[in-house]
């Protein structure tokens, strides 16, 4: 585990997310609503990021 915690350090954007499992290594591969919940998670903070111009101001429908 100390391992882990030093890698994100390495890449400023990154965020070490953990799911609980009592599969080991392989539980990625089983748990697939705790894996599902942090792709959506993700894909949301991505899509949301995506709407927002240089200035900072969030586009909408209204002012695209």
Not at 11 to 26: K, T
Not at 33 to 39: F, G, I, K, N, R
Request: hydrophobic fraction near 35%; include cysteine.
């Amino acid at each position: 585990m100390s391992e882990l915690g030093r890698g994100p350090l390495l890449v400023p954007v990154a965020h070490l997310r953990l799911i609980g499992s009592p599969y080991g290594h392989d539980g990625f591969l089983i748990e697939t609503e705790q894996v599902a919940s942090l792709v959506r998670e993700l894909l949301h903070k991505r899509s949301a990021s995506r709407h927002t111009t240089l200035t900072g101001c969030r586009t909408t429908a209204s002012n695209r």
